[in-house]
T-cell receptor
Framework: AQSVTQLDSQVPVFEEAPVELRCNYS??????LFWYVQYPNQGLQLLLK??????LVESINGFEAEFNKSQTSFHLRKPSVHISDTAEYFC?????????????FGTGTLLAVQP | GAVVSQHPSRVICKSGTSVKIECRSL??????MFWYRQFPKKSLMLMAT?????????EQGVEKDKFLINHASLTLSTLTVTSAHPEDSSFYIC???????????FGSGTRLTVV
């Protein structure tokens, strides 16, 4: 079965501390992997994605994620968070090989950065 | 590039009426569009996938007679919520897939409130 799992519904962290948001998936086919961020009452913004090549991908605002095929994971990390990083983060997976490569989302993780 | 315009951003309608939500790709041709529904503090649930000129493919549990999807052109897809009820109140988001590998872009969402 194809699925996306974000085990942590909420991650509280103090400002300037490191953070890791976990994402695991289950698939029998190749995948593309994405992280999206959603601020309150707004749409989705693409944070970063893995399609192929280097397993470590970075965003322009300091986030990075590493594709681990053996562990079927794509965890999101940031070495030092800011108050402005407070938002809902969604991991999404595109399962390849079907008629349409639909994007399936995890349940989301609320990153709550505290001063 | 690859911008999707979704409107209205907010709509309030009376129970029993129908509401149409539009999603337009502004600078590219969207071969495939996806419609998602997001419940409060929940993830995005894929409702259906539509390809231009053909019938939409609905996910299990989604009523196709209630959520009518039309993808008449490569730049426009519409979702019509028919005979709306308060339980249909939700945040609806469209997404377009474009030819760039791993390319998905999202509309800004529509907040539907049925009273």
């Amino acid at each position: 079965a194809q699925s996306v799992t974000q085990l942590d519904s909420q991650v509280p962290v103090f400002e300037e501390a490191p953070v890791e948001l976990r994402c695991n998936y289950s698939s029998s086919v190749s995948v593309y992997l994405f992280w999206y961020v959603q601020y309150p009452n707004q749409g989705l913004q693409l944070l970063l994605k893995y399609l192929s090549g280097s397993t470590l991908v970075e965003s322009i605002n300091g986030f990075e994620a590493e594709f681990n095929k053996s562990q079927t994971s794509f965890h999101l990390r940031k070495p030092s968070v800011h108050i402005s990083d407070t938002a809902e983060y969604f991991c999404a997976v595109s399962f390849l090989g079907g008629a349409t490569n639909k994007l399936i989302f995890g349940t989301g993780t609320l990153l709550a950065v505290q001063p | 590039g690859a911008v999707v315009s979704q409107h209205p951003s907010r709509v309030i309608c009376k129970s029993g009426t129908s509401v149409k939500i539009e999603c337009r790709s502004l600078d590219f041709q969207a071969t495939t569009m996806f419609w998602y529904r997001q419940f409060p503090k929940k993830s995005l649930m894929l409702m259906a996938t539509s390809n231009e000129g053909s019938k939409a493919t609905y996910e299990q549990g989604v009523e196709k007679d209630k959520f009518l999807i039309n993808h008449a052109s490569l730049t426009l897809s519409t979702l019509t919520v028919t005979s709306a009820h308060p339980e249909d109140s939700s945040f609806y988001i469209c997404s377009a897939s474009f030819t760039l590998v791993g390319g998905y872009t999202f509309g800004s969402g529509t907040r539907l409130t049925v009273v």
